[in-house]
């Protein structure tokens, strides 16, 4: 069996060991070590990268008897004395946030009752689902606050980190977070006082060097609660871009950050009263438009007169307008308001002395073109392309142009 030297020292960055054997598989050359300070992919941490005999280190895995294999790019010869280098940076970041996941678990089950089911990093945010008391998916901004504050406090007063293989009589007697799923060979981890847990992940020394843990949110997944976080360098680089971003929206509104929220807030409200204002003068110069269509209307043979008008604005001005148009006898208003790429919505009204069907005429005007409407004889509405306003004038037999002539 491979002896992981990561587990006695996790700050081992080069070793050398001697190749036990060298298979070709898919493309990629897989070596097994007689010891190795590679870390493979095991708990939710990835694994390790870096150099091995020359080859590059492509991926690090334990197969099922339990032996750790390394993918190279190139092939190392059995019995061949190698050394070996990690990638520090990318191991390092990886202890952090580990450590990060085990502090903030014993904070969520400290505080709050919940166990941590598994956790992933990635290589952005890490995250970790927590099954909570109740299955509630969700907790408070104030509890995630004070899961952040119990973490950080235990990295600000610099914690010891231990992670050693107890025997079996200290095993039984520790107040481990929750049972460990192996039953031999159990590595237990313990940060500061009160935080026990079995892993065999790499961990740093003190937990002053995460640096600073931050939760970034919590959101339902699989019925459980799933925490995201970031740790060490990741939380820097995120405080240093939000740090970023918010000094950019502050400059462009001219304002300084702490007072961005109520800066935007009054904007929504300005900006609210203008479309407002906005509405209401189209309102106004779509009524006047049709006052002025109407006192140079096309009139049918009956004498009534027909306003036809796609309308800037909604379905709801032209019904305005149609019900206004209508109080005054002798007016036909077939009118459209644009709702998107080619599709309007149509009203079609008309005045009490007029005797033409408006659900008909609508829906002889709409259907054909694979829109729809209709409605009672004096009041239609309905919904198709903009064309259909000029099918409703033929079948009233006005030419399109002698009734909108914008
Ligand atoms: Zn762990």
Request: hydrophobic share 40%; glycine share 10%; proline share 5%.
């Amino acid at each position: 069996m491979t002896e992981r030297l990561y587990y006695e020292n996790a700050y081992l960055t080069e070793f050398d060991a001697t190749v036990l054997a060298c298979e070709e598989r898919d493309g990629a050359h897989h070596v097994r070590l007689d010891r190795s300070a590679f870390y493979p992919t095991s708990g939710g941490q990835p694994f390790d990268t870096g150099a091995l005999g020359g080859a590059r280190v492509l991926d690090v895995y334990v197969d099922e008897g339990g032996e750790v294999w390394h993918a190279l790019d190139r092939a190392l010869g059995v019995g061949e004395r190698v050394h070996g280098a990690i990638d520090w940076p990318r191991r390092f970041d990886h202890m952090q946030q580990h450590a990060g996941d085990h502090m903030i678990a014993s904070a969520l089950w400290r505080l709050l009752g919940g166990v941590t089911i598994g956790l992933h990093i990635s290589c952005d945010v890490s995250t970790i689902d927590v099954a909570m008391p109740e299955g509630v998916t969700r907790i408070s901004p104030e509890d995630i606050r004070r899961v952040e504050d119990d973490v950080n406090a235990r990295v600000q007063r610099d914690v010891p980190v231990r992670c050693w293989f107890p025997e079996p009589e200290e095993l039984a007697k520790l107040p481990l977070r929750k049972p460990p799923t192996v039953s031999e060979h159990v590595r237990v981890v313990a940060i500061g006082e009160d935080e026990m847990v079995a892993c065999g992940g790499t961990h740093p020394a003190t937990a002053g060097q995460l640096g600073l843990v931050k939760i970034l949110g919590v959101a339902p997944a699989r019925g459980k609660m799933r925490v995201s976080f970031v740790a060490g360098m990741r939380a820097f680089r995120d405080y240093r871009a939000q740090f970023d971003r918010a000094h950019e929206a502050a400059a462009l509104l001219s304002t300084a950050t702490e007072n961005l929220p109520a800066h935007v807030s009054a904007m929504q409200e300005s900006l609210r009263c203008a479309e407002f204002e906005l509405n209401r003068l189209r309102r106004d110069v779509a009524l006047r438009t049709l006052e002025d269509d109407l006192a140079r209307a096309q009139r049918l043979p009956g004498g009534a007169a027909v306003v036809a008008r796609m309308l800037d604005g909604d379905a709801g001005l032209a019904k305005d307008a149609a019900s206004r148009l209508i109080r005054r006898p002798g007016v036909v208003a077939l009118l459209g308001a644009r709702a998107g790429e080619d599709r309007a919505a149509f009203v079609f009204a008309r005045s009490g002395d007029v005797d033409i069907h408006m659900g008909q005429l609508l829906s002889g005007a709409v259907k054909p073109l694979g829109g729809k409407g209709g409605g009672r004889p004096d009041f239609a509405q309905g919904g198709g392309p903009e064309q259909a306003l000029d099918a409703a004038l033929a079948l009233l037999g006005i030419q399109p142009d002698a009734a909108a002539d914008d």
